[in-house]
């Protein structure tokens, strides 16, 4: 009977491990493709920048929305390069943070 008991116990501890061990799995999952999600954002309003700067630079002839054009370029090629190094930068300090579980397939 204790026997039983024991194992039940020994099971049940194992089933709460194996529990944590998911929940410690999707958080890590969800925590990357939050950060996914943001370096796409990021690269979205770059990539706008550039495609509204690269009209108002070349098909206007008004100095001052030439000049905006080209602001316009400048500032999306910024938020590009920004957003590569915030998104490296972000990933490499969550890789040292959180414990990987050893399938990490993405690097």
């Keep these: 009977m204790d ?3 024991l194992s039940s116990q020994q099971a049940g501890r194992m089933q709460i491990e194996a529990e944590g061990q998911l929940r410690d799995r999707l958080a890590r999952e969800r925590t990357k493709l939050a950060i996914e999600r943001t370096f796409l954002a990021y690269v979205r ?3 706008a920048f550039v495609v509204v700067g690269i009209p ?8 001052a929305i030439q000049a905006l ?5 400048v500032v999306g090629i910024v938020l ?4 590569i190094h915030r998104y490296a930068s972000v990933k490499r300090s969550l890789q040292d943070l959180l414990p990987s579980d050893g399938d990490d397939t993405d690097g």
């Design 3 to 5: 026997e039983r008991k």
């Design 45 to 47: 309003t770059a990539l």
């Design 56 to 63: 108002a630079s070349f098909m206007f002839e008004t100095l």
């Design 69 to 73: 054009g080209v602001m316009s370029i």
């Design 80 to 83: 590009a390069a920004f957003s």
